[in-house]
């Protein structure tokens, strides 16, 4: 191969693991606070608890610098397309974690204002159980995730578009042809 | 349906949004550009108070929120600017609606308190005992003196943990991080006694109808005297980095100011409502508790803005550690719940020996607690202000209808007032002064 | 004009809807400074609650709690309202406070505030139908209404 004549220290790898190695490393969270989960997020991302040990202590707050979204409370029927917009604002490759039993299931609120489960919405990677979970379930939630991303595929991820329902008769006139490439690629796994 | 159509002429189930300038009625526009829409017509000044000429065609709308770093959750503003001077401002909420008041109507008495505790995330203690208190009215039962003090020590603290959480994210939004730090540091503290007597950190479920759900664990007074000898000088650490810094001062001092009067007409209450000078204090004016039983000072401010709303918080915190030591020299021995074997379980031992206490406990537990009709009103002093429970009961064994009055969706309100004529700049210290929790705006 | 108000053994007032926005603006003079809470409730179920002996029972119950500074004391002011017309005064030109709480009620049970500013949805999307905290709306899981995301701005 050539490589004994280099004299410079060096290390030979594959390039997916290199790519791997940095994004887990460096998985930046956005700002998605919705209520109770959040102030845990916070107390995660505070003093005692410090999530800067894995390099992700940058919440950002443009979901465009972000690559993880931490869904931290029950979604309303009203920030589901809120919810819904930040998560397509998020460049690829990007992750999201259901935190608690509201953003998972719903939780205690089985009513008329609360979505069922964040995963009817956008593709959830990892569930936070917890009422609200504490910051150390979090921090178990986020190292899993590391988990998988170190494992993981680094092209296209398994389940891409998984549970995600657009509904195209809700849709009206020039959004049509966004929307149909959207689902073309929900149907394209 | 002629009455349908009646309706509909009164109503608008059109966009909640703020509408342009140019499309807006002139009738809505004059009680907007008056109080910036939440002020009577009699109160209405013209938008010539504010010094900046506005140019019809040239003001901007812009949206804050909702997902806004420093909207403390999920707030969404409207703002509409002439440069950088607010015009208008309408709080378009109900992103984090949750439907509580419904699910509550489906929750017998005894689990209605895990419900209610979700409300306001930052001091669910007080949800629980505004809940418990109004279920209590309703029974016409006398709580035991221990749990009403074991009920003030608790609700004192977190109103502590409250404020400290207030600090922290203010300092966080006025870009003093190392006050945000240091405010979770402290909370951790009183956070982790609420674990130790509680189970939880957050959404405890402790204070329960009928008294709390356990006694104080062993050595509690330990804690709690760290807690209360550890607080009072971190607060003058704080006070030292804040009150006087330059920095904070200029972006507080004279922002986002409101008159009693108008703290007053928009049923402003708390924090909010004692920066401008009315020493409204529910736990001092209508003592609920042992309240009239400790000794504290109502704080209030003079001029009603950011930098009062700020002061009168510090010096709450120096109170409620104040109560916390009374209540430690004071706190009575007893019972911790009713002997009420109509209100409350058997202890877990009775339930291993004895049939009947099994019998009785399942009872309780799957039909409840049968509520005598009546409705009351009850409310108590939250750390954001008067936090309200309307409770009308049909005589079964769950609410007919909860209603929350929470503080912070009405103290909201004052916002279109405060920011009107300031920077948009301002807008994030004057929204953070209010310290508005959105699950109980929302609810 | 209080006196000719029915008024219950616990102080509470039952004002006709007629009578409601004079009754409101005399107690604002008397000393009322702040209106701490108004919200509405539904009677679907119970018509024969008991009630002062002239008040006749009516679907809806607008509650109104009101809040002195200077006496230290809160008034109730309950006022029936019927289903077929479910309207009552707007009560901001005494207390612009009751500005959200009148849109909380309108939005979840449906009362319309003849005269009331921006009477708008404010909890609940745009579009929602029907006013959940009514006993006749369905309680349990309603399925997800998840559209598009609104128009870009």
């Known amino acids: 191969m050539g490589l004994e004549d280099l004299s410079h220290n060096f290390l030979t790898g594959n390039v997916e693991n290199l790519v791997r190695w940095a994004r887990r490393n460096s998985v930046w969270p956005a700002t998605f606070g919705l209520a109770c989960c959040a102030i845990e997020m916070m107390s995660a991302g505070a003093g005692d608890f410090d999530l800067a040990r894995f390099g992700m202590e940058v919440f950002r707050a443009s979901p465009r610098q972000a690559d993880l979204m931490i869904v931290a409370g029950r979604v309303s029927q009203k920030m589901a397309p809120v919810l819904r917009q930040v998560y397509d604002q998020m460049m690829e490759p990007k992750w999201v974690i259901s935190m608690g039993v509201c953003a998972s299931t719903g939780g205690l609120f089985n009513n008329y204002a609360v979505v069922q489960g964040v995963d009817q919405i956008v593709p959830v990677d990892v569930y936070a159980p917890g009422c609200p979970p504490g910051p150390e379930t979090l921090i178990h939630a986020i190292l899993t995730l590391h988990e998988k991303i170190r494992t993981g595929a680094i092209t296209r991820r398994k389940g891409e578009g998984l549970g995600i329902h657009l509904d195209p008769t809700g849709i009206s006139g020039k959004e049509n042809a966004a929307a149909g490439a959207s689902m073309k690629m929900v149907g394209n796994k | 349906m002629q009455a349908e159509?009646?309706?509909?002429?009164?109503?608008?189930?059109?966009?909640?949004?703020?509408?342009?300038?140019?499309?807006?009625?002139?009738?809505?526009?004059?009680?907007?550009?008056?109080?910036?829409?939440?002020?009577?017509?009699?109160?209405?000044?013209?938008?010539?108070?504010?010094?900046?000429?506005?140019?019809?065609?040239?003001?901007?709308?812009?949206?804050?929120?909702?997902?806004?770093?420093?909207?403390?959750?999920?707030?969404?503003?409207?703002?509409?600017?002439?440069?950088?001077?607010?015009?208008?401002?309408?709080?378009?909420?109900?992103?984090?609606?949750?439907?509580?008041?419904?699910?509550?109507?489906?929750?017998?008495?005894?689990?209605?308190?895990?419900?209610?505790?979700?409300?306001?995330?930052?001091?669910?203690?007080?949800?629980?005992?505004?809940?418990?208190?109004?279920?209590?009215?309703?029974?016409?039962?006398?709580?035991?003196?221990?749990?009403?003090?074991?009920?003030?020590?608790?609700?004192?603290?977190?109103?502590?943990?409250?404020?400290?959480?207030?600090?922290?994210?203010?300092?966080?939004?006025?870009?003093?991080?190392?006050?945000?730090?240091?405010?979770?540091?402290?909370?951790?503290?009183?956070?982790?006694?609420?674990?130790?007597?509680?189970?939880?950190?957050?959404?405890?479920?402790?204070?329960?109808?009928?008294?709390?759900?356990?006694?104080?664990?062993?050595?509690?007074?330990?804690?709690?005297?760290?807690?209360?000898?550890?607080?009072?000088?971190?607060?003058?650490?704080?006070?030292?980095?804040?009150?006087?810094?330059?920095?904070?001062?200029?972006?507080?001092?004279?922002?986002?100011?409101?008159?009693?009067?108008?703290?007053?007409?928009?049923?402003?209450?708390?924090?909010?409502?004692?920066?401008?000078?009315?020493?409204?204090?529910?736990?001092?004016?209508?003592?609920?508790?042992?309240?009239?039983?400790?000794?504290?000072?109502?704080?209030?401010?003079?001029?009603?803005?950011?930098?009062?709303?700020?002061?009168?918080?510090?010096?709450?915190?120096?109170?409620?550690?104040?109560?916390?030591?009374?209540?430690?020299?004071?706190?009575?021995?007893?019972?911790?719940?009713?002997?009420?074997?109509?209100?409350?379980?058997?202890?877990?031992?009775?339930?291993?020996?004895?049939?009947?206490?099994?019998?009785?406990?399942?009872?309780?537990?799957?039909?409840?607690?049968?509520?005598?009709?009546?409705?009351?009103?009850?409310?108590?002093?939250?750390?954001?202000?008067?936090?309200?429970?309307?409770?009308?009961?049909?005589?079964?064994?769950?609410?007919?209808?909860?209603?929350?009055?929470?503080?912070?969706?009405?103290?909201?309100?004052s916002l279109p007032v405060m920011m009107r004529g300031g920077l948009v700049a301002d807008a994030v210290a004057i929204i953070s002064s209010v310290d508005p929790v959105m699950g109980e705006v929302d609810r | 004009m209080i006196d000719d108000v029915i008024k219950n053994e616990a102080g509470n007032y039952f004002p006709t809807r007629e009578q409601y926005d004079a009754l409101v603006a005399e107690l604002h003079k008397s000393g009322y400074e702040y209106c701490s809470d108004l919200c509405a409730v539904d009677y679907l179920q119970h018509f024969d609650r008991p009630l002062p002996a002239e008040v006749v029972a009516e679907r809806f119950e607008v509650v109104v709690n009101l809040t002195s500074v200077k006496m230290r004391s809160r008034v109730r002011i309950r006022v029936q309202v019927p289903e077929s017309d479910p309207t009552i005064p707007t009560l901001f030109y005494h207390y612009p406070g009751t500005e959200a709480m009148e849109r909380e009620a309108y939005d979840l049970m449906g009362i319309v505030f003849p005269g009331h500013p921006d009477l708008t949805r404010i909890l609940m999307p745009e579009e929602w139908e029907g006013h959940p905290l009514r006993k006749d709306y369905s309680a349990e899981r309603v399925p997800v209404q998840f559209k598009h995301s609104p128009a870009i701005r």
């Not at chain 2, 700020?310 to 706190?331: F, G, N």
């Not at chain 2, 019972?335 to 009420?340: F, H, K, T």
Request: net charge negative.
């Open chain 2, 5 to 413: 159509a009646e309706f509909s002429k009164e109503t608008f189930e059109g966009p909640q949004e703020m509408t342009e300038r140019e499309f807006t009625a002139p009738r809505e526009l004059t009680v907007e550009e008056g109080a910036v829409l939440r002020l009577a017509e009699g109160v209405v000044v013209d938008a010539g108070d504010i010094d900046v000429e506005i140019s019809e065609d040239e003001t901007m709308i812009i949206n804050m929120g909702p997902q806004h770093p420093s909207t403390h959750g999920v707030l969404r503003l409207m703002m509409e600017l002439q440069g950088e001077t607010v015009l208008r401002t309408k709080p378009v909420i109900g992103y984090l609606h949750t439907g509580m008041e419904k699910t509550a109507e489906g929750l017998s008495y005894i689990q209605g308190s895990t419900n209610v505790t979700r409300m306001d995330y930052l001091s669910p203690l007080h949800n629980e005992l505004v809940f418990s208190l109004a279920t209590e009215a309703l029974l016409g039962v006398e709580i035991p003196e221990r749990a009403t003090w074991i009920r003030m020590l608790m609700s004192e603290l977190n109103r502590i943990s409250s404020h400290l959480m207030w600090m922290a994210t203010n300092g966080m939004d006025l870009g003093s991080t190392s006050m945000m730090i240091f405010g979770f540091r402290d909370r951790e503290m009183i956070l982790s006694f609420f674990e130790k007597v509680t189970g939880l950190r957050m959404n405890h479920n402790y204070i329960r109808p009928g008294g709390v759900a356990a006694d104080l664990p062993d050595g509690w007074e330990d804690d709690v005297l760290a807690i209360a000898q550890t607080i009072p000088g971190r607060l003058d650490e704080y006070n030292d980095m804040l009150t006087g810094q330059p920095i904070f001062k200029e972006r507080t001092e004279g922002v986002g100011i409101l008159t009693q009067e108008q703290a007053l007409a928009l049923s402003a209450t708390g924090p909010v409502l004692r920066s401008t000078g009315v020493a409204w204090d529910l736990r001092k004016s209508m003592p609920y508790l042992a309240y009239d039983q400790v000794d504290f000072d109502v704080v209030v401010g003079s001029v009603g803005d950011t930098f009062d709303r700020y002061a009168v918080r510090l010096a709450e915190l120096r109170e409620s550690v104040r109560i916390v030591t009374q209540i430690l020299d004071k706190m009575p021995s007893g019972p911790y719940r009713v002997l009420d074997k109509k209100i409350t379980p058997p202890p877990r031992k009775r339930i291993d020996e004895s049939m009947e206490a099994l019998i009785h406990h399942f009872k309780l537990f799957t039909e409840g607690i049968k509520v005598p009709p009546g409705e009351v009103y009850v409310a108590i002093e939250s750390p954001r202000g008067e936090l309200g429970c309307y409770m009308v009961s049909d005589g079964s064994s769950k609410p007919y209808r909860m209603h929350i009055r929470g503080p912070s969706f009405v103290n909201l309100q």
